[in-house]
């Protein structure tokens, strides 16, 4: 039972247009999300997050949007860099259950020239 | 990387043998994860601590135990391994935004 899913395998873009990565939820109880990014042979590192109370974030470049009545989340990265090629896993947590994060399955962003 | 060190960082072992992963963080933060990636599962949860002597059970718990004996360390131990165990294993640290060490690659043969 998948309870944060990311339907896109895979995602391409061209340099300095937008990336959108999308991320689907079931448990309704979730009320912090997070985006982290993940190079090959290094771990997850914390990118941007987002609280039930919010429908928006953003830093810098990187923008997320929530759409609770439809458990729906996505990050914006505009303009992409082919520095921000990577895997990017959604992270769903109930801050009130010892802060443990259900991720997706991951998005292979690649950024291409 | 939040002063989180995953020792060893690549290990090949044998069908039914014990192993050991360590998680060594400096920060001094409560709560301590650690974490499998599998391809077509992102990561998964094994076990948790909040503390000192206090671990749970995370989603895919089941030929794995857990020891925090000091806020600095915490020790994932595979009873007798397995195939299925071979995966990449992520210990975090941190609050809700959780800080990841670097990996341990487990190959189980």
Redesign the interface.
């Known amino acids: 039972d998948q309870q ?1 899913k ?1 339907n896109s395998p895979s995602l391409s873009v061209q340099e300095g247009r937008i990336s959108i990565l999308n991320c689907d939820y079931t448990n309704s109880m979730f009320d ?1 999300f ?1 985006w ?1 990014k993940k190079y090959p ?6 990118l941007i ?1 987002i609280s039930s109370i919010k429908d928006k974030n953003e830093d810098g470049r990187f923008t997320v949007f929530l759409n609770k009545s439809a458990k729906h989340l996505s990050l914006h990265i505009v303009p992409s860099q082919p520095g921000d090629s990577a895997v990017y ?1 959604c ?1 769903a ?1 109930l ?1 009130g259950g ?9 998005t292979q962003l690649k950024v291409e020239l | 990387d939040a002063g989180i060190t995953q020792s060893p960082r690549h290990k090949v072992t044998e069908t039914g043998t014990p192993v050991t992963l360590r998680c060594h963080q400096t920060e001094n933060h409560r709560y301590m994860y650690w974490y499998r990636q599998d391809p077509g599962h992102g990561l998964r949860l094994i076990h948790y601590s909040y503390g000192v002597k206090d671990t749970d059970k995370g989603e895919v718990s089941d030929g794995y135990s857990v020891s925090r004996s000091k806020t600095e360390d915490f020790l994932l131990t595979l009873e007798s391994a397995t195939s299925s165990q071979t995966s990449v294993y992520f210990c975090a640290t941190g609050n809700t935004e959780a800080f990841f060490g670097q990996g341990t690659r487990l190959t189980v043969v």
Do not use: I, M, R, W
């Open positions: 944060v990311q912090y997070l982290y042979a290094e771990g997850p590192t914390f997050s896993f992270a947590a801050t010892g802060n443990k994060l259900t991720f997706g399955t991951g």
